[in-house]
């Protein structure tokens, strides 16, 4: 199921064994992909997003701890191609991913390591506090590239672009973490993954090239019943943004390193 919804209070107990989701709902909506042809440059798709909130209760900080609880992001597997018919493909890469070298690497804002985020995404308690505390956290995450509709390594804008792939899966963590020693709690973990696929015709005319087709609709996340700790990966530099590389890949002779990383 895409929500799910696990009740529950707050026990008189430490921080560790009291800390408790109250309710977490994770969902794709239900939008289809949208496609923008209004540039004579690039194609531009925007993904339907997927969104992750959780009501979290935290027992009485009895010490002077400071804990912070949010959502850490971790990209496991990517795909993203982009076909220029017969003379070859671009495609982003995250080269350690691909290689095996790492079984996932960090999705964060690149900024709040290891946080996705660090506005409605996390909530810090400075202890000592007298009462439980309860708050919301949330996050949100979609798709909004542009693809050039010619060779990216040619100098021409001629439209050769046939067609758009792409299959990434992520896992997605809610933690809490000590501040001062590092100690992390991971209170619920959620899977999910977005697939496209864009046929595109780059006879037609623009605004009539491209057609997105299965799946319309994405699968919905997975709130796991058992709890996947986080890989050393997912916690620091660099981020999937900066560690991604788009290469060219002709059909015949050498790739070629488009954009480098930015790390």
């Known amino acids: 199921m895409g929500c799910v919804q696990s009740l529950g209070r707050c026990k008189p107990k430490g921080f560790r064994e009291g800390v408790c ?15 923008d042809e209004s540039s004579s440059v690039v194609l531009r798709y925007r993904t ?4 992750a909130s959780a009501r979290v209760c935290v027992p009485p900080v009895a010490a002077k701890e400071t804990w912070t609880v949010g959502w850490i992001q971790a990209c496991n597997h990517m795909e993203f191609y982009n076909k220029y ?23 964060s804002d690149g900024v709040n390591y290891p946080w996705y985020g660090n506005t409605t995404e996390t909530c810090t308690i400075v202890g000592p506090t007298k009462k439980d505390t309860k708050f919301i956290v949330s996050m949100n995450d979609n798709f909004y590239p542009s693809v050039t509709w010619g060779v990216p390594v040619s100098d021409s ?16 963590w809610l933690v809490a973490i000590n501040q001062a020693s590092g100690e992390t709690l991971v209170l619920q973990t959620v899977r999910w993954r977005m697939r496209l696929h864009i046929e595109v015709d ?10 997105l087709c299965e799946p319309i609709a994405q699968e919905q996340p997975q709130v796991l019943g058992k709890n ?13 943004n900066d560690a991604q590389v788009l290469m060219w890949r002709p059909r015949t002779g050498e790739p070629v390193v488009v954009i480098p990383p930015k790390y």
Not at 202 to 211: I, M, N, Q, S
Request: glycine residues 4%; aromatic residues 4%.
């Open 157 to 172: 804008n001629a439209p050769v672009l046939s067609s758009i792939r792409r299959d990434q899966s992520f896992t997605t």
């Open 228 to 240: 996947e700790p986080i890989p050393p990966n997912a916690m620091v530099k660099p981020n999937a």
């Open 48 to 51: 339907p997003h997927f969104r």
């Open 202 to 211: 780059p006879e037609k005319p623009l605004g009539k090239r491209a057609k």
């Open 85 to 107: 018919g017969a003379k070859g493909m671009s495609s982003w890469e995250l080269p350690d991913l691909r290689d095996g070298k790492i079984r996932a690497i960090s999705d």
């Open 21 to 35: 989701v109250l309710d977490l709902s994770a969902c794709i909506d239900p939008d289809p992909t949208s496609v």
